[in-house]
C-alpha cells in the first residue's frame, strides 16, 4: 500500500471540507448540535460527545484520524457580533 504525501491528505482534507460544506443543510436536520466526521467525501460518524467521537475514530481509524475532518453542527445558527 502506498503512503499518501502531505500534499496528497491535503488535497483530501481540501476536498473533504468543500464536501462537507455542500451538504451542511442535510447535516443540520439529520444531526443537530452534533460532531460529524467526514474522510473520502463521506459522513462516517456522528455523534453528540467529542471525546467519544474522537476515541471511535482512533479505534477504528488509528494514525488517519488526524486526516479526519470533525466539525460541530449547532442546532441553531449564532450572530456573530464585533
Do not use: C, N
Not at 482512533?58 to 484520524?65: A, I, L, M, N
Request: no cysteine; aromatic share 14%; hydrophobic share 35%.
Amino acid at each position: 500500500m502506498k503512503t499518501k504525501t502531505v500534499e496528497q491528505k491535503l488535497d483530501q482534507f481540501e476536498a473533504d471540507t468543500i464536501w462537507f460544506d455542500q451538504h451542511y443543510e442535510k447535516f443540520k436536520e439529520q444531526y443537530p448540535d452534533q460532531f460529524v466526521a467526514v474522510y473520502g467525501k463521506t459522513l462516517i460518524d456522528h455523534g453528540k460527545s467529542l471525546d467519544a467521537l474522537l476515541r471511535r475514530l482512533q479505534k477504528k481509524y488509528g494514525e488517519k484520524t488526524g486526516d479526519i475532518v470533525v466539525e460541530f453542527i449547532p442546532k441553531e445558527e449564532g450572530i456573530l457580533v464585533f
